[in-house]
């Protein structure tokens, strides 16, 4: 192989898609705990459209720095994922306007994405084991 796996674009897209994945399920786990707080406003955190650019372009994933602790490869700092407030929904009279069961479908989904993307990580993994095993 010329290069690392971890330089891999595909690996690059599923690192960020997991690190986005992990920050929504946070923010769900949040929305899901100010469920009765008056004035919170249900949060959720957008990553895919910066890994959907990042794939169909050649050049680096933009990142944004959040905390210095945070590692990239190439010697970036940062993250791609960006929270926002959740648009829509029902405010109610206490202008909360979080829902729980958009909450929990949210959370099924996110599990569910993140399964699959760790399950398919593992699988390219293990290929690339099998074949530089074969060598």
Do not use: C, W
């Not at 050049?59 to 960006?82: E, K």
């Amino acid at each position: 192989m010329t290069g690392s796996i971890i330089s891999d674009s595909a690996f690059q897209a599923t690192k960020i898609a997991l690190e986005g994945l992990s920050n929504r399920q946070q923010a769900i786990s949040r929305n899901i705990a100010n469920a009765d707080t008056p004035g919170y406003q249900a949060e959720t955190v957008s990553f895919e459209s910066v890994i959907n650019q990042a794939l169909n372009k050649t050049q680096q994933l933009p990142m944004q720095v959040t905390n210095a602790a945070h590692i990239i490869p190439n010697g970036q700092t940062g993250t791609a994922s960006q929270l926002v407030n959740r648009t829509g929904g029902t405010e109610r009279a206490d202008q909360n306007n979080v829902d729980i069961n958009t909450e929990l479908a949210d959370m099924t989904d996110t599990a569910l994405r993140y399964q699959t993307l760790t399950t398919e990580a593992s699988k390219k993994i293990l290929l690339l084991k099998a074949i530089a095993a074969a060598r």
